[in-house]
């Protein structure tokens, strides 16, 4: 399978604790995305990828939040202290030139 | 405002009907437009991918631009039970500090009933 692959793919954590969630994307895709998905919304942007530079972080997301892609390649996000809000589905996709792929999302559930 | 709006609907048609779901964006910076189509509990899944204003057709599914007025539609013909999903607009940055950042609109729930 070529696609974005996405892990895990469900995710159940208590409220204060810390949860990375990694993608890996297209083989040779320069470009990585991060968004967040609640139920009835669009994808909300989170971050994006060129490469192994981190080009935009959403003016939304708290300092709780990081995403790394150490030598331009797979990618992580981590929340910190995560918090009831952060449920949600955490998509990643990738792009090298057009429309970017997406992976399954991983599925964040707070309690 | 955001930056790119989409009616959530959801709109119900009847198998056969032809559809047609639309999107607005407000940023002139907005040069590349994508349809995606989104099952229940799924990742989003492109569709289609254009740059100029005009039609660009694949099979039963037409994409269209409107530069002018910022407007991009997605028209299905023939629609099928199967084509029942949330759509998604996106626009791409192809200027500035925002250059290959992605904007969605809402999306618009669609149902094709037998």
């Known amino acids: 399978d070529t696609g974005v692959s996405q892990n895990p793919r469900h995710k159940i954590t208590k409220r204060g604790q810390n949860v990375t969630f990694r993608c890996d994307p297209i083989s040779e895709h320069n470009r990585l995305y991060w968004y967040r998905q609640t139920l009835g919304q669009g994808p909300e942007f989170l971050t994006y990828?060129?490469?192994?530079?981190?080009?935009?972080k959403s003016r939304l997301l708290s300092d709780r939040f990081s995403a790394e892609r150490p030598k331009g390649s797979f990618s992580t996000l981590e929340i910190q202290r995560t918090e009831q809000g952060d449920s949600a589905m955490y998509l990643c996709a990738s792009s090298l030139e057009g429309g970017a792929f997406f992976g399954q999302g991983t599925r964040l559930t707070v309690v | 405002q955001k930056e790119v709006e989409q009616d959530p609907g959801p709109l119900s048609v009847p198998e056969g009907a032809i559809v047609s779901l639309n999107c607005t964006y407000s940023n002139s910076a907005f040069q590349y437009f994508m349809w995606y189509r989104q099952y229940s509990r799924k990742g989003p899944e492109l569709l289609m991918y254009?740059?100029?204003?005009g039609n660009k057709e694949d099979g039963r599914f037409t994409a269209q631009v409107d530069k002018s007025s910022k407007y991009i539609s997605l028209f299905i013909r023939d629609s099928q039970p199967s084509d029942s999903a949330t759509y998604l607009c996106a626009t791409f940055h192809a200027g500035g500090t925002s250059y290959g950042k992605l904007t969605f609109g809402q999306g618009t729930i669609l149902t094709v009933h037998p």
């Open positions: 254009t740059y100029s204003s």
């Open positions: 990828f060129q490469n192994e530079a981190q080009l935009e």
